[in-house]
């Protein structure tokens, strides 16, 4: 069963598109000939063995799409809506970085400063043959932390993710796994090589720079992130606790190729490396400020670590100029053991995806590329077309 449903916001030229109807019937085209690119898309990748649902939220040259496709629950026909809640898993890190953008903004960090200096006991260990982890290493993957901490759940968000019982261990480690066990945690690492050197993905590092956002702010992460998204984005519905209302949206999710609706990613210590929940909307509401010219997103755009002349890291943005065709643009995946997602932000063509499924596992990914590829090569083509 396939059900979708469409909201098509008309952003600007509303006033000359009235005088102009020439203007007005392009409009309508090219708002035609979007909506069935991304139906074609989402309409495959519902096909596809295991994922039966998705929402795509979408901007281009400043005009909305939304689109929800199939059902949530197997054989229920409950399509996704605008009200869904979704994880976003490691899509966290990008919001998380937008408020880091905002502190050195504010100069509230400097991205050269070690990490030591933001942290209220000594940490010795955070540093290698006296070259410190630095802030900019924690944004960018660079810093030699571990995946995640506590170190006993990185097996399971690698080797054994795939394992029917993986969301119920990750829970238990997670439950009374808090902001004091990590720092304690934190105390134990080792770092084994030159900061800033090599690339090694890092949600710890991520939940790091959220206790450092608190300490430089006094103030809890969470508020500090609802509070900037609400009154620098007007992102009403993104947060990591859920109260009773947003728990009833909550999308339910399936792992791997296991049958059954599966428990939801346990909390991190502060959230900020994968715990945000948002809606659609909310994240059009991202993709556009993410657009605009303004010096939060210049600032967390910045490429910090360069990996080769054309692929780099910014605000934990991956920055990728290889394709002369896209020119530069930035992206993150995100996952959870029943949800994975995408965001591509192409400012070249004014364009912004933000892709989900309620279904996690080892195929997932390149599955929901491919739509986002498909998407991607044909508006291309439609703006080569207007070009002509």
């Not at 728990?247 to 399936?254: Q, R, S, T, V």
């Amino acid at each position: 069963m396939i059900k979708y449903i469409y909201f098509v916001l008309i952003i600007t030229l509303l006033i000359s598109c009235n005088q102009n109807p020439n203007r007005e019937s392009v409009l309508n085209e090219e708002n035609k000939e979007i909506q069935q690119l991304i139906d074609s898309a989402a309409n495959r990748l519902i096909n596809e063995p295991l994922i039966n649902s998705t929402s795509i939220g979408l901007i281009y040259n400043k005009q909305e799409y939304i689109g929800h496709y199939g059902e949530l629950e197997k054989g229920k026909n409950n399509s996704p809506t605008n009200n869904t809640v979704y994880e976003i898993g490691s899509l966290s890190k990008v919001l998380t970085g937008t408020l880091m953008a905002n502190a050195v903004l504010e100069e509230k960090l400097n991205l050269e400063d070690k990490v030591s200096k933001y942290l209220k006991k000594d940490y010795p260990n955070l540093a290698y043959e006296n070259q410190p982890v630095k802030i900019k290493h924690l944004l960018t993957h660079s810093s030699g932390l571990p995946n995640v901490l506590p170190l006993k759940l990185n097996s399971l968000m690698t080797t054994d993710f795939l394992k029917q019982d993986t969301p119920s261990k990750i829970d238990s480690i997670l439950k009374d796994y808090s902001q004091q066990s990590f720092l304690k945690d934190l105390h134990k690492i080792s770092i084994d090589t030159v900061p800033g050197l090599n690339y090694s993905y890092s949600t710890a590092g991520t939940e790091l720079a959220a206790h450092i956002l608190e300490n430089v702010y006094e103030t809890e992460f969470e508020k500090l992130l609802t509070e900037f998204l609400s009154n620098e984005v007007g992102m009403e519905e993104t947060f990591i606790a859920l109260d009773q209302n947003n728990e009833k949206n909550l999308a339910l999710g399936y792992h791997a190729d296991h049958p059954d609706i599966t428990l939801p990613m346990g909390k991190l210590p502060w959230g900020a490396g994968g715990g945000i929940k948002s809606t659609v909307p909310d994240m059009i509401k991202f993709i556009h400020h993410q657009l605009e010219n303004n010096e939060v997103v210049e600032e967390s755009h910045k490429v910090l670590v360069d990996y080769t002349d054309e692929v780099g890291v910014a605000y934990f943005w991956e920055v990728d100029a290889s394709q002369v065709d896209l020119g530069k643009y930035y992206s993150h995946h995100g996952g959870v053991p029943r949800s994975q997602c995408f965001l591509f932000i192409l400012p070249k063509y004014d364009l912004g995806i933000f892709l989900i499924t309620n279904q996690s596992g080892k195929d997932t990914a390149p599955k929901m590329k491919k739509a986002i590829d498909e998407i991607i090569d044909g508006v291309i083509k439609h703006n080569e077309q207007n070009l002509q």
